[in-house]
C-alpha cells in the first residue's frame, strides 16, 4: 500500500511541477497562432491537462472495473469546476466569472450541462450496444465537437456581445509573443513532449488507484471519485493558479470549462475499453449522484458568467464549495 500511495503522489508532484512551463507555452502559442485563449484553454490546456484522468479511467475500465472508471472521470469533473471558486480567491483583483466574461465560456458550462443529461438518460435508459459500444458515447464526441464548433462561431461572429468594464479582460494577443524569435515548430514540440509526459502519469494514478482499493477495502469508486480523479485535476489547478498569476484570464476560466468537456469524452473511451457490456449499464448510486453534482456545478458557474459580480468570490463561488462539500459527504455516506 505504501507503493501505492508512493506512486500516487510522486505522479501528483510531477503533474504540478510541469503547470507552470506548460501554462507560459500555452499562453504564447494562443498568442502566435492566433487561436485566442479561451479556445487555447478549451483544446489545448483542457485536453492535455485531462490526460491523466483519461488514461486512469481508461486502465479502469480495461480490468473491468465501470465503477472506477466513471467515478473517476464525473468526480474530476466536480473537483475542476470548484476550482473557478478557488481561483476566485486567488485572484483579488476581480471576480473572474466577470474579468474573463466572453461568449465560448458562457457556452461551455451548458454544454456540459447538456453532455451530463445524455450520460444521465443512457443510464437509466434501455441498455443495448453496437460492436460492445453504447450509441450515447457517439453522441457525446458529437456534441463536444459541436460544442468546440459553435464556441468558434460565436467568437467569431457573436449575436450579443459582452459589457465591458474595468475590471474586464479583452482576449488579445499579447505583442511581445508575436515578436518572439521562438520558432513555433519548437513550442509545438515542447507542447507534445508535456503532453506524453502528463499521460504517464495518468497510467501510474490508475493502476496504483486499483491497487489502493483492492489493498484497503475501499470501494473502487469512491476511489476514483474523491482520490484519483482529484489527483489527475491537479494539471488544471496549478494551470489556473498559473495562468492568474500571469494574467492569462481566458485561459484560466477556458481551461477548467474546457477540460470538463475533454473529461466526458473519458466515458466515451471508457465504453469502448470495457469489454464486459454497455458502460453505462454499470452505473450506480455514486455515478448519479456525480451527475446531478456537476450539473448543478456547472450551471452556477453559468449563473456566474450571467451575473457578473465585480470582485469577491461572490454567491455563485460559495455555492460551488458549498454543494461540492455537501456532495463529497454524500459520497461517504454511501459506503
Request: proline fraction near 3%.
Amino acid at each position: 500500500m505504501l507503493w501505492d500511495v508512493a506512486a500516487i503522489s510522486a505522479a501528483a508532484l510531477i503533474l504540478v511541477i510541469g503547470g507552470g512551463p506548460f501554462t507560459r507555452l500555452v499562453d504564447r502559442l494562443a498568442d502566435r497562432t492566433g487561436m485566442g485563449e479561451t479556445l487555447a484553454g478549451i483544446v489545448l490546456v483542457g485536453a492535455v491537462t485531462s490526460l491523466p484522468g483519461l488514461i486512469t479511467s481508461l486502465v479502469g475500465a480495461a480490468h473491468g472495473d465501470a465503477s472506477f472508471a466513471m467515478n473517476n472521470a464525473l468526480g474530476g469533473i466536480a473537483a475542476q469546476t470548484v476550482f473557478i471558486a478557488l481561483a476566485d480567491m486567488f485572484y483579488r483583483r476581480a471576480n473572474l466569472e466577470h474579468a474573463a466574461a466572453s461568449l465560448p465560456n458562457l457556452l461551455a458550462p451548458i454544454g456540459l450541462s447538456i453532455m451530463f443529461g445524455v450520460v444521465l438518460v443512457a443510464g437509466m435508459g434501455p441498455q443495448f450496444s453496437l460492436l460492445g459500444i453504447h450509441p450515447a458515447s457517439l453522441v457525446l464526441v458529437a456534441c463536444y465537437l459541436y460544442w468546440l464548433w459553435l464556441s468558434q462561431k460565436v467568437r467569431s461572429k457573436p449575436m450579443w456581445r459582452v459589457e465591458h468594464t474595468r475590471y474586464t479582460q479583452a482576449d488579445e494577443p499579447d505583442p511581445a509573443s508575436l515578436d518572439s524569435d521562438e520558432s513555433l515548430g519548437g513550442m509545438w514540440a515542447k507542447f507534445a513532449a508535456l503532453a506524453c509526459l502528463v499521460a504517464v502519469t495518468g497510467y501510474v494514478v490508475g493502476e496504483a488507484g486499483l491497487s489502493l482499493a483492492e489493498r484497503t477495502g475501499m470501494s473502487s469508486g469512491l476511489v476514483g471519485a474523491l482520490i484519483t480523479s482529484v489527483v489527475t485535476s491537479l494539471p488544471e489547478l496549478v494551470t489556473v493558479l498559473y495562468a492568474i498569476r500571469i494574467r492569462a484570464l481566458h485561459l484560466a476560466l477556458g481551461d477548467i470549462i474546457g477540460g470538463n468537456g475533454f473529461d466526458m469524452l473519458f466515458l466515451s473511451a471508457s465504453d469502448v475499453a470495457y469489454r464486459e457490456g454497455s458502460l453505462y449499464s454499470a452505473m450506480d448510486a455514486r455515478v448519479v449522484l456525480l451527475i446531478g453534482l456537476g450539473i448543478v456545478l456547472n450551471l452556477l458557474v453559468a449563473a456566474g458568467l450571467i451575473r457578473r459580480q465585480e470582485s469577491g468570490i461572490g454567491f455563485e463561488g460559495i455555492a460551488l464549495l458549498g454543494f461540492y462539500a455537501a456532495g463529497v459527504a454524500m459520497l461517504v455516506s454511501l459506503g
